[in-house]
């Protein structure tokens, strides 16, 4: 597949994920130092790596569920010179972890959006001095 930029491979792994049930990020962006455009990105699975262990691991007082699961799933774009588009050059699909169901789908941090109407109606209550509980 082939893109004139980089949000477009984005907006793209962003809809796969959103049909498929894994939440996303970008893990890197090279960029040119002679153009500053991008010459490639990659973007993975949000269970993508393992975290690094604290020194103070012991001395938890909540604990928390490990996130991080080292997921290879990714897609790497690289920008072809020539012709001047991105083009998927590595893409791998699998998980070693469990997916959201449909039903939760929407609840996925790279899934939640809000609209213009939204946005406006949270603007005029925060302007007016309406707290957020209040107006909900």
């Known amino acids: 597949m082939k893109f004139k930029t980089p949000d477009e491979g984005w907006l793209l792994w962003m809809a796969y994920d959103g049909r498929t049930g894994f ?9 040119s130092k002679m153009d500053d455009k991008v010459t490639s990105c990659r973007y993975v699975c949000s269970n993508e790596g393992v975290s690094a ?12 569920a490990e996130t991080r699961t080292d997921c ?3 897609m790497i774009n690289i920008l ?4 001047r588009n991105y083009e998927v050059t590595d893409v791998v ?18 899934q939640r959006k809000i609209s213009k109407l939204q ?3 949270i603007e ?3 302007d007016s ?7 909900h």
């Open 119 to 121: 946005v406006f109606d």
């Open 23 to 31: 939440d996303v990020r970008k893990r890197g962006t090279n960029v």
């Open 53 to 64: 262990k604290r020194q103070t691991e012991h001395l938890r007082k909540c604990f928390r």
């Open 124 to 126: 005029t209550y925060d």
């Open 129 to 135: 001095g309406i707290r957020p509980k209040a107006a």
């Open 93 to 110: 699909l699998e998980h070693n972890h469990l997916l959201h169901i449909p039903e939760t789908f929407h609840l996925m941090k790279s």
């Open 72 to 74: 290879k799933a990714r």
């Open 80 to 83: 072809d010179q020539e012709i």
